[in-house]
C-alpha cells in the first residue's frame, strides 16, 4: 500500500523551477532516501509533502490525504525531525516528552505510558529530569527521533538526522530506523552519508529539480556500473547546472 503518491509534482518561485515535474510514490514500512546535492530541490519538495508549501503544479497524497485540501491531516498524521535539533534546549527531557505529546494530541494516560515506555527504550529513566541541552548531540538526536514517533504517524520525515554524530551514534541511529520500519512506520530520509543511502529500500536522487535516478541502492549501482551509492551519487550530481536553492 503506498502512503506517499507523488505525481508530476512541481515548486516554481518566479521563473525558477526549485522541483520540476517529479513521480513517485512510497509504499508502508519504507525507508525511503531521498537525495540531492545543495540546491537540488529536495529540501522544498519535503517541505511540499509535510504540508508547509504548497504546490506550484501537480498532485500528491500523504497518508491518504490531499496534499491542496488536506495540508492539517497531513501534518496530524507524520513526524518530522529537522536537520536541526529540534526539541526545546531549557526543558527537562520529561517535559519536552509531555510538552509534544500535548501539542500532537495524546491524552495524559496516553503521555504518561508513552512517556514511560520511551525513557525506557533509551535508558535515559535517570536523566529523565535534566535539561535536553545537557545531552550529547548524538542523544538529543535519538531522542528527537523517538519524540517524532510519539503519536505514532503513518510517516516519519527526516532532514539529514544523523548529521554532526559520531559513527557509532549513527549506527545506533539507523537501528532505531530499522525498528520504526519493521512496526510499520514509513521512513522518508534525506542524508549526506553515501554510506546510509545503502540502509533504505529505495533510494531517489535529484538534480536540478527533477529525479534522476530511483531504485533500490543495488539496482542503482548495476545501472551505473559503481561499487557503491557514493559513486552512484558524484556520477548524478557532476551534471548538476545550479547551486543552492
Same mark, same amino acid.
Given at each position: 500500500? +503506498?502512503?506517499?503518491?507523488?505525481?508530476?509534482?512541481?515548486?516554481? *518561485?518566479?521563473?525558477?523551477?526549485?522541483?520540476?515535474?517529479?513521480?513517485? +510514490?512510497?509504499?508502508?514500512?519504507?525507508?525511503?532516501?531521498?537525495?540531492?546535492? !545543495?540546491?537540488?530541490?529536495?529540501?522544498?519538495?519535503?517541505?511540499?509533502?509535510?504540508? $508547509?508549501?504548497?504546490?506550484?503544479?501537480?498532485?500528491?497524497?500523504?497518508?491518504?490525504?490531499?496534499?491542496?485540501?488536506?495540508?492539517?491531516?497531513?501534518?496530524?498524521?507524520?513526524?518530522?525531525?529537522?536537520?536541526? *535539533?529540534?526539541?526545546?534546549?531549557?526543558?527537562?527531557?520529561?517535559?519536552?516528552?509531555?510538552?509534544?505529546?500535548?501539542?500532537?494530541?495524546?491524552? !495524559?494516560?496516553?503521555?504518561?505510558?508513552?512517556?514511560?515506555?520511551?525513557?525506557?527504550?533509551?535508558?535515559? #529513566?535517570?536523566?529523565? !529530569?535534566?535539561?535536553?541541552?545537557?545531552?550529547?548531540?548524538?542523544?538529543?538526536?535519538?531522542?528527537? *527521533?523517538?519524540?517524532?514517533?510519539?503519536?505514532?504517524?503513518?510517516?516519519?520525515?527526516?532532514? #539529514?538526522?544523523?548529521?554532526?554524530?559520531?559513527?557509532?551514534?549513527?549506527?545506533?541511529?539507523?537501528?532505531?530506523?530499522?525498528?520504526?520500519?519493521?512496526?510499520?512506520?514509513?521512513?522518508?530520509?534525506?542524508?549526506?552519508?553515501?554510506?546510509?543511502?545503502?540502509?533504505?529500500?529505495?533510494?531517489?536522487?535529484?538534480?536540478?529539480?527533477?529525479?534522476?535516478? $530511483?531504485?533500490?541502492?543495488? #539496482? $542503482?549501482?548495476?545501472?551505473?556500473?559503481?561499487?557503491?551509492?557514493?559513486?552512484?551519487?558524484?556520477?548524478?550530481?557532476?551534471?548538476?547546472?545550479?547551486?543552492?536553492?
Amino acid at each position: 500500500m +503506498n502512503v506517499i503518491e507523488v505525481e508530476n509534482l512541481s515548486k516554481h *518561485f518566479g521563473k525558477f523551477k526549485a522541483v520540476d515535474d517529479i513521480s513517485f +510514490n512510497v509504499s508502508r514500512g519504507e525507508i525511503f532516501g531521498f537525495l540531492g546535492a !545543495n540546491g537540488a530541490g529536495k529540501t522544498t519538495a519535503m517541505r511540499m509533502l509535510c504540508g $508547509l508549501s504548497l504546490p506550484t503544479l501537480g498532485e500528491a497524497r500523504v497518508a491518504g490525504f490531499d496534499l491542496y485540501k488536506d495540508a492539517e491531516q497531513i501534518k496530524r498524521n507524520i513526524g518530522y525531525m529537522s536537520q536541526r *535539533f529540534s526539541l526545546y534546549d531549557d526543558l527537562s527531557i520529561r517535559e519536552n516528552i509531555r510538552f509534544y505529546g500535548g501539542i500532537y494530541g495524546l491524552t !495524559n494516560k496516553q503521555i504518561k505510558a508513552k512517556t514511560e515506555s520511551m525513557l525506557h527504550h533509551l535508558n535515559l #529513566e535517570e536523566e529523565a !529530569n535534566k535539561m535536553v541541552k545537557s545531552l550529547p548531540l548524538g542523544w538529543k538526536q535519538k531522542l528527537a *527521533f523517538s519524540v517524532s514517533l510519539l503519536h505514532d504517524p503513518q510517516i516519519v520525515f527526516l532532514d #539529514e538526522p544523523t548529521g554532526g554524530v559520531d559513527p557509532i551514534t549513527r549506527r545506533e541511529f539507523w537501528t532505531m530506523i530499522y525498528e520504526a520500519s519493521d512496526k510499520g512506520t514509513t521512513v522518508f530520509v534525506t542524508t549526506h552519508y553515501m554510506d546510509e543511502a545503502e540502509y533504505c529500500s529505495r533510494v531517489s536522487i535529484m538534480v536540478d529539480g527533477k529525479i534522476d535516478a $530511483l531504485g533500490t541502492p543495488l #539496482e $542503482l549501482k548495476e545501472k551505473f556500473d559503481s561499487p557503491n551509492m557514493g559513486d552512484v551519487f558524484l556520477k548524478l550530481a557532476r551534471k548538476a547546472k545550479r547551486g543552492d536553492n
